[in-house]
């Protein structure tokens, strides 16, 4: 049992190390791409898995190569010193607080959402994501919850648009639900890691910019969403929104950008959402490749965490 627990001591260390080490790498990769200015052609799918690749790199090399080789490789004599606790306790700092994060990240918006709710004057029901309607609420179109998605409208908003601009609102949205953009806000909070704000604003961006291509398919559609911009952005000034939701005109993002976007819009211009697809193939790829020599893999990990973890 013990010899477990040193095991589980040691990868939590090096998931420490490791973590620690490609979030600077991840930081300042970043820094460079926006001094020259390449961030834009990233992509909100682009943006999310540079934030989230040290970490899913960090867990994964740890859970599937350095504890298995520490439990094949390492004496059962206690030779640890007090770094490998200190790593070890850090680990346990950024997971524990991490999902503290999102617990509290998803009361606050709990709550908010409750307020929103008070006010339900009609809802209609779709295959994708259920619309509620609301008498009066600051907030004019926004989507709430991360397993299952509901837009919530303010009757105000329903005034303010007309039906071809409400209907492009409510694309809108609905591609951030196809996304699971909230999901990844979720996923985001699980991540605390210092000075990653700005990455995490730009996929905010991103994340609007990709849903705009999503909510049109002709130019039309597009006028209507830009409209609608205009309108909201006029009549509701930017409100801060609950942590797990998204709205059509929030604080992330220019709308002055957003709509000459939307106006030089032409057939094609959207990019193709699939090309990740074809990356994260790559990545399962190379990974399955990596099992099949997963015995020099294991002595190569257990040689790093040798020189790595005191």
């Known amino acids: 049992m013990i010899f477990v627990l040193r095991a589980i001591m040691v990868s939590l260390a090096f998931f420490a190390v490791l973590y620690g080490s490609l979030s600077v790498l991840l930081l300042l990769t970043w820094q460079c791409l926006r001094l020259c200015n390449l961030q834009k052609y990233v992509g909100a799918h682009g943006l999310f898995a540079l934030r989230v690749a040290p970490f899913v790199v960090s867990a994964g090399i740890s859970l599937v190569l350095t504890l298995p080789s520490f439990l094949l490789f390492e004496r059962h004599s206690l030779d640890e010193d007090l770094g490998t606790f200190v790593l070890c306790g850090c680990a346990i700092v950024v997971l524990g607080s991490g999902v503290y994060r999102v617990l509290a990240a998803e009361a606050r918006t709990r709550r908010v959402v409750s307020a929103f709710l008070e006010g339900v004057v009609g809802r209609q029901e779709n295959a994708v994501t259920p619309t509620i309607f609301l008498s009066q609420t600051l907030t004019p179109l926004v989507l709430v919850g991360v397993r299952s998605s509901q837009i919530l409208i303010s009757s105000s908003a329903c005034k303010v648009l007309s039906d071809g601009e409400l209907r492009a609102a409510v694309r809108h949205e609905m591609a951030h639900s196809r996304s699971r953009d909230n999901l990844k806000k979720a996923i985001l909070n699980c991540l605390p890691f210092p000075c990653s704000a700005t990455l995490e604003e730009a996929w905010q961006e991103a994340s609007e ?5 999503g909510a ?24 801060a929104l609950p942590d797990l939701a998204t709205g059509i005109v929030s604080a992330a993002g220019s709308v002055a950008g957003r709509v000459e976007r939307l106006l030089a819009w032409q057939e094609g211009s959207a990019k193709n959402p699939n090309r990740w697809r074809h990356i994260i193939a790559i990545a399962c ?15 190569l990990v257990h040689s790093l965490t040798e020189r790595l973890v005191p």
């Open 209 to 213: 910019l990709a849903a705009d291509d």
């Open 285 to 299: 790829i190379a990974f399955a490749s990596l099992m099949m020599k997963l015995g020099p893999a294991l002595v």
């Open 216 to 239: 049109v398919a002709s130019r039309d559609e597009a006028l209507d969403l830009a409209a609608a911009l205009i309108k909201l952005a006029r009549h509701f000034p930017c409100q």
